[in-house]
């Protein structure tokens, strides 16, 4: 059965997005993934957020420049989520600190929170998502980590073509091709087929509708984000991926 992520959790019409509320009301739901962002503070706490900054007009602060101390009480540490949460769920994170040795410090870091938390079972269902000339310094941090080129069509194509894009996600470490929804169309779908020969797996975002969610498991795809929990789940489960 594909992979079902939850992106950002399940908030309801009054709940945060990327809160243990949000992420708690997703599995409950029957969501077999969870998604969020992670930023490492000033201290090296990695912690859950999507925007750099936070809090009201005048008054916004940036998450890596604030210790985890300062975090408001909402805004959950990645330490946090995995004891309120446990790790028996796939948990993909997009690392939002730019690339190079801040980034690989943030994978670092997060890689240590999972491992302490479920050991090797917990690192094998993060699924780590960034750019390819990324990937492979990553690799170097954990034998286990899932790892996810969240790319394009586009660069992609700039590539060479799925194959050798493929060949390259292979020799950098990677597990997974991700693209946006609407990359995945039928012109494209084929590609999918060649991440599968290359041994990787292949992964949709933005899918929020029924039909698209149907369109991308149908192409075979191995995972597939949504905001619409319910949608999500009824898919994934009559998917055969």
């Known amino acids: ?66 210790t985890a101390g300062r975090l408001p009480g909402w805004l959950p540490t990645l330490a946090a989520f995995y004891q309120r949460l446990g790790t028996g769920f796939e948990f993909s994170l997009d690392v939002k600190t730019p690339a190079g040795e801040t980034a690989d410090a943030a994978v670092a870091a997060v890689v240590g929170v999972a491992r302490a938390a479920g050991g090797a079972g917990a690192v094998r269902r993060l699924w780590i998502c960034g750019p390819l000339g990324c990937l492979r310094a990553w690799r170097e941090l954990d034998p286990d980590v899932q790892l996810v080129s969240s790319t394009s069509v586009r660069e992609i194509r700039a590539s060479g073509g799925i194959g050798p894009y493929a060949r390259s996600l292979v020799e950098a470490g990677a597990n997974a091709l991700n693209l946006r929804s609407r990359d995945w169309v039928a012109p494209t779908a084929a590609m999918a087929g060649v991440a599968h020969d290359h041994g990787l797996l292949a992964f949709g975002w933005d899918a929020q509708r029924p039909a698209t969610l149907r369109r991308l498991l149908g192409y075979g795809l191995d995972a597939v984000y949504s905001d619409h929990v319910d949608r999500l789940v009824a898919a994934t489960a009559n998917s055969s991926a």
């Open 1 to 66: 059965m594909a992979i079902g992520f939850a992106h950002r959790g399940a908030p309801a019409w009054y709940q945060r997005e990327n809160t243990l509320a949000a992420f708690d009301r997703a599995l409950a739901r029957g969501a077999s993934g969870l998604e969020s962002d992670v930023w490492l503070t000033a201290d090296g706490v990695p912690v859950l957020h999507h925007d750099e900054e936070l809090g009201p007009a005048r008054m916004r602060a940036k998450v890596p420049e604030l």
